[in-house]
């Protein structure tokens, strides 16, 4: 069959199969299967298959992803979440909108410990929005700031984002969680600039609703709450961004230094949480892993097919200007963004885009940052946001009320994404301060 028959057969197979609800991990290892088999034929293309999709998901990077994830479950298990939000809120009481910022707060502190959008908006969400509707507050916008909040998970390391694109891409994984820090710190910043803003002038209209009074011994007592979380994480990101340890051995140690403060320091942790925490994860690791192992089936067979060398010729042939290819990729993304999760869309998208990327000399760090904002902001987008049916979930409020209030932050990470674009020293500065120019 001829290659660009089979390549177009592969591209509307895997759409049909999405339309019709199949799940992901194995609408990409179905379409996949057929793509290498039409590349090789018979015996080949399982050959092709073990020698290719396997060894990569044997990768030592990759274990990576299940630990991180089992040092954010003891975490989350271990009570920080509620730890954290009571020292944000303690420290911006006296600042308008000072529950809200709390929130977007606690969530970026989460975000360093867990590497998960979905485990940050829940951990803090299930503490803080109850307390937004004790205390009066406006309920649309709390709920906004906690799922925006969330979204740092992925992009604040140690982010399970980074690592699955590091694999595909053969790029640094230190250097990508170095390149995330100060994007993820500005957006945090620009959420609770916004915020305060709103805030003031909220309460300059109305009379501010009822806060603690909060002392300053209150305060610094309430940093001993925490300091071990602190601790950890920067003994974790430390270590990676020093060369002391790889990101799977960091991973490595924070699970086990998290588990054992949790149990011994916190006292927190039992040994059901333990186990609760290890069946958890193992659940959460089965999804991407199902879902990673079909994608790197799905991108084995768009290699052999010449998909890739295919689409790099197709775009170059066009002569559009690389800028130009920057804004239909992210075009792309944004809409793929409303329908699928970051890891499926990480797995489908990169085998294809990452060629035409380098094609135009971008760097690949910096097409990681707008790429993982992209994912970000698919988190606050309907159809599948998921970020959205957490906070739903937990505050049970309508979802069209959730959407409003993320609404004003999804319009400032799209503002920060085309920053990101213009201005890709904010992603490189770091990375290439601590570790040298690629």
């Not at 595909?168 to 710190?185: H, N, Y």
């Not at 409003?404 to 770091?430: E, H, N, R, V």
């Amino acid at each position: 069959m001829n290659l660009g028959i089979t390549a177009g057969l592969v591209t509307a197979g895997l759409l049909a199969l999405l339309l019709l609800g199949i799940p992901i991990a194995y609408v990409l290892g179905m379409t996949g299967i057929f793509g290498l088999y039409s590349a090789t034929g018979g015996t080949s293309a399982w050959i092709s298959l073990t020698s290719g999709a396997a060894m990569h998901l044997s990768s030592s990077s990759l274990l990576a992803i299940p630990l991180f994830m089992l040092m954010s479950a003891y975490i989350t298990e271990s009570g920080m979440g509620p730890k954290l939000l009571d020292f944000t809120d303690k420290w911006f009481s006296k600042m308008p909108g000072a529950l809200y910022n709390a929130a977007l707060a606690a969530c970026g502190a989460f975000s360093t410990l867990s590497g998960s959008s979905v485990a940050t908006a829940g951990a803090i969400g299930g503490v803080v929005i109850p307390e937004f509707q004790r205390r009066g507050l406006n309920v649309k916008r709390g709920m906004g700031a906690v799922a925006a909040g969330g979204t740092l998970g992925v992009l604040i390391p140690p982010s399970t984002g980074f690592i699955i694109y590091g694999e595909l891409t053969e790029t640094s994984v230190a250097r990508l969680f170095m390149a995330g820090i100060i994007p993820g710190l500005s957006i945090l910043a620009v959420f609770m600039i916004y915020t305060m803003i709103v805030s003031h002038a909220e309460e300059r209209k109305a009379p501010p609703s009822i806060q603690p009074d909060v002392t300053w011994v209150e305060r610094w007592t309430s940093l001993r709450q925490i300091w071990l979380a602190i601790v950890l994480m920067l003994a974790v990101l430390g270590g990676i961004f020093f060369g002391v340890v790889t990101p799977t051995e960091a991973a490595a140690l924070g699970a086990l230094a998290a588990m054992l403060i949790g149990i011994y320091v916190l006292k927190g942790l039992t040994w059901k949480g333990v186990h609760r925490a290890a069946v958890r994860s193992i659940y959460s690791i089965t999804m991407i892993g199902t879902i990673l192992l079909g994608g790197l089936i799905l991108g084995r067979a768009i290699t052999m097919l010449g998909i890739s060398q295919d689409l790099v010729d197709l775009i170059q042939s066009t002569g559009q200007p690389g800028w130009m290819v920057i804004i239909w990729i992210m075009l792309l993304l944004f809409f793929l963004g409303m329908f699928l999760d970051g890891a499926a869309m990480t797995v489908i998208t990169i085998p294809l885009l990452f060629p035409v990327i380098s094609s135009y000399g971008y760097d690949p760090v910096w097409f990681a940052i707008v790429f993982v904002v992209n994912t970000e902001i698919g988190l606050l987008t309907p159809p599948v946001g998921m970020n959205l049916f957490i906070v739903k979930a937990i505050s049970g409020e309508p979802m069209s009320d959730v959407v409003k209030g993320a609404l004003p932050y999804t319009l400032l990470l799209l503002m920060m994404l085309i920053i990101l674009i213009i201005f890709p020293q904010i992603s490189l500065w770091l990375p290439d301060l601590l570790m040298g120019p690629r």
